[in-house]
């Protein structure tokens, strides 16, 4: 048996958002109570805590979406298992995470056969939760380690290293901390954060122009940028004769006077610091974008009635005299119809100009009373497209129905007995927390009928008030929903 063998069960949030509020102590900044950019380096804390132990598995816990992020794909690339759950659909919260860890270190260690590639786990999280597993831990005599943040680990924990030989207690210091994280300042240009890029973007043009010497500006920027004391990120924009940099300033909490924002207190700066040094000039990405998505191009408008591309023969086109032949013949049976019998109908181009048109009738107006049926009295129809619906994006139906949190700012489809519905309970729980909204009408009325505020009230007065939490229509209590007989015989 091999004592020095460890399994690893981390739970990413439980680590990271407290290594983020350490190093937003750095700071020292009421706005930034912790530092956005700060990861998690998976490699190293995994050589830092099996300390030359060999690792049978590294599993790591997190939630998604997003689905494709790159911390999991990073995870996977330095050898860790990765075992992701999805956060609640209402509150936006991880669930299962802490269950799932301890459901899974109950497993291993009640697993005679673990024991013979180990007896160490070590668990990476400061929460009380964890409880359970290490009691059971305990009883069959595994070694467990609990590695935490000193804000993170909770009293339950901390007790259980006097307590039990068993259980070995960490806490990361200062300097461990700065070897398992990093900071990313380089960021991915999206479109998604163009709100952020505009109230909050600097562009220094031309940092490195075609032709010049190359020089290491981006660590001149870096130095200059840092002294401010505020997070920051970079991205490189496109463009062909020169580097841009976009800089964007991290968004800090409680800023609400406009006019005390980074770009005011560091737009200033870094004209002076870094034109005509590194950049040759330093723009608000506002700017930057409004002059380069200026179209300057000059339009064709020659030979718009050319020639159809791919026509071999001249047989294949329409010209102008067979056009013009075709509306005679037209023109000659409507004048046929029209005229009295004995006349011919037909009239030249010069008496129809001098018997039929008036000279001061325009041309336009001459070209419509020749059209059958049109009157030059009547007047032009605005035709308008119809009005697209503001939120709605999908034409299937919502899947929630009466329960949809969003209403009528759903990008789904709901029926017209549904937004009648939504705005009954805007009206209700309008400035009420979100739980209000999803268990609108769900529950009944202990005053029942006789309630004296029906109108207003959260609560259904009567089965066909209720919404069913499980089939989320209109007209039935939850216990009774028929989904629940079908649920039965399965």
């Known amino acids: ?59 790591l816990y997190g939630s998604e979406p997003p689905p494709s992020d790159s911390v999991w ?101 200062k300097e461990d901390f700065e070897k398992i994280t990093y900071i990313k300042e380089e960021f991915t240009y999206h479109q998604e954060r163009k709100d952020d890029m505009l109230s909050r973007g600097v562009v220094l043009q031309q940092c490195q122009r075609q032709g010049e010497e190359r020089i290491d500006f981006m660590g001149s920027i870096k130095n200059i940028l840092d002294s401010f004391n505020w997070p920051w990120q970079y991205t ?32 200033p700066e870094l004209e002076k610091q870094c034109v ?41 086109v329409t010209t102008p005299s067979a056009a013009t032949d075709k509306i005679s013949e037209i023109a000659s049976t409507f004048a046929q119809d029209s005229n009295p019998a004995g006349t011919s109908g037909r009239i030249s181009p010069s008496e129809a100009t001098q018997r039929d048109v008036p000279p001061d009738i325009t041309h336009q107006q001459s070209q419509d009373a020749a059209i059958p ?54 009206r209700c729980v309008e400035d009420k927390p979100a739980y209000y909204v999803r268990t609108y009408k769900t529950c009944i009325c202990m005053s029942g009928k006789s309630c004296q505020n029906r109108d207003a009230c959260a609560y259904a007065h009567s089965e066909d008030e209720q919404v069913c939490c499980k089939c989320h229509l209109l007209g039935h209590a939850t216990d009774k929903c028929p989904k629940n007989a079908t649920d039965q015989k399965k």
């Open 1 to 59: 048996m091999n004592a020095e063998c460890i399994w690893i069960f981390l739970d990413d949030s439980n680590l990271w958002i407290e290594a983020k509020k350490a190093k937003g102590d750095d700071f020292k900044r009421k706005e930034f109570k912790e530092d956005p950019r700060l990861r998690i380096e998976f490699g190293e804390l995994a050589t830092f805590i099996s300390n030359e132990r060999q690792i049978k598995e590294a599993t």
């Open 73 to 173: 794909e990073k995870g996977r690339e330095q050898g860790w298992k990765v075992n992701l759950s999805q956060k609640c659909r209402w509150s936006g919260k991880e669930k299962m995470v802490d269950t799932q860890i301890v459901a899974d270190v109950t497993e291993l260690v009640c697993d005679p056969k673990n024991r013979e590639h180990g007896s160490t786990v070590v668990i990476v999280s400061g929460d009380k939760d964890m409880y359970p597993c290490i009691e059971k831990a305990m009883a069959r005599q595994w070694n467990v380690e609990v590695w935490a943040m000193e804000n993170s680990l909770s009293e339950g924990l901390k007790s259980l290293n006097k307590q039990n030989q068993f259980v070995k207690v960490q806490i990361f210091l």
């Open 236 to 267: 490189r924009l496109k463009s062909e004769a020169a580097v841009n940099i976009l800089i964007l300033f991290c968004r800090g909490q409680g800023e609400s006077d406009d006019t005390d924002t980074p770009l005011n207190r560091y737009k």
């Open 276 to 316: 005509p040094k590194l950049c040759k000039d330093v723009l608000t990405y506002f700017q930057y974008d409004k002059s380069d998505n200026q179209y300057t191009a000059p339009i064709e408008t020659h030979n718009r009635y050319g020639s159809l591309p791919g026509v071999q023969h001249a047989d294949d």
């Open 373 to 426: 049926g049109k009157s030059s009295e009547e007047p032009f129809k605005l035709v308008r497209s119809k009005k697209q619906k503001r939120y709605q994006r999908s034409s299937d139906f919502c899947q929630f129905q009466y329960q949809c949190v969003k209403g009528k700012k759903c990008t789904h489809n709901h029926r017209e007995d549904q937004k009648l519905f939504f705005e009954k309970r805007n």
